[in-house]
């Protein structure tokens, strides 16, 4: 037998789609924040860092996430030819696809999924297509996970400050969310107001310059921290330490305390049943130092590239291979236009 899956499996594990997996530059997808209870939410800096230099990863490419990956972008495909092929039943035209932009104030590029015209009531409108997973999909229901909605707050801005005055104004971006696989009954019992189960919305918009969110309930969301300046401050950040060529702290923890890990119990934050059934045995027996046995950390580390580097005795100790900065105007590398002077002294400057 021609095994398929095993060759698909080799293939991604190969070399070559190692090498292609790597990133330069700031993109909307590595957005993070600090919300208001201290938290990092969104890409670690560090990780960003490492990826700057081109650090090789130090973790083994796992092939699961590259089909899963290749799954969400044909469905992406999919969704988007759908609505590109039915203008007149959906009342919705695509105006463009994929379509990039470069902001060189901040030096983010990024591309958007969809850019829409509604026939219906005249309006433009962005879309970011988000496929999930089983697990994912039951976290993004009642509201949307918020790296989603900073990519799109972040898209949304990107488009209002490019746009020709006397231009038709862009007011909302749309989250589309897709979950994958058999969630469908799953879903069943959660409502979000879409008449699928499986495809729900959120609307991203500002009110003042900080960012609304309405649900397809029309019930609507105020982020206040979330503003038109927050959304660049880490990156910005990001920036003084990449000119610094300084190592940024870690955003992230590889493994919890048990403190910790007691601590997020107590605010109902273990999510997987088996997890918390360990913590209370733990307890009941005395919550002695040492015996609780559970090996838990943030998902950013867990499936970092970087994370042996990182958390070994010299997460300094790679080859510091730099990126070049395009001014697309001009076809030019450039010095960045924003002098380092002019980037505030530390991170706290900017929270
Ligand atoms: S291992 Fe964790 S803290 Fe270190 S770079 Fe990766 S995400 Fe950041």
Redesign the pocket.
Known sequence: MIDIPSRMYDAFSSSIMKSSRGRSGFYPSSISIENPDKEIIGT?L??EY?RWFNTAPTEDYNPEFGIISLSGEALHEVITSFIRNHPLETGLVLLKDEHSFFDQENMLSGRIDLFLLDTKTDTLLGCDIKTVSDYAAGTCISEPRIKDLLQCALYLDQYQKSAHSGNKEINEWAILYFARSDSYYKLKKYPHGSPFKAMWQFSVSFEDDYVVVTDQFGNKTSYTWITKETLYTRFKVLYKYIKAKQLPP???E?SYSEEKIAGLYKQGKIALKKDRLTIDKWLEKGAAEGELGLNMG?F??RF?D??SL??SNNPESFTKKSTDLYDLRNRKIIVPKKPLSTVPKDRDDYI
């Open positions: 670690c560090r990780q490492y870690r955003d992230y590889h943030d950013s580390c970092c970087f994370s990182c958390w």
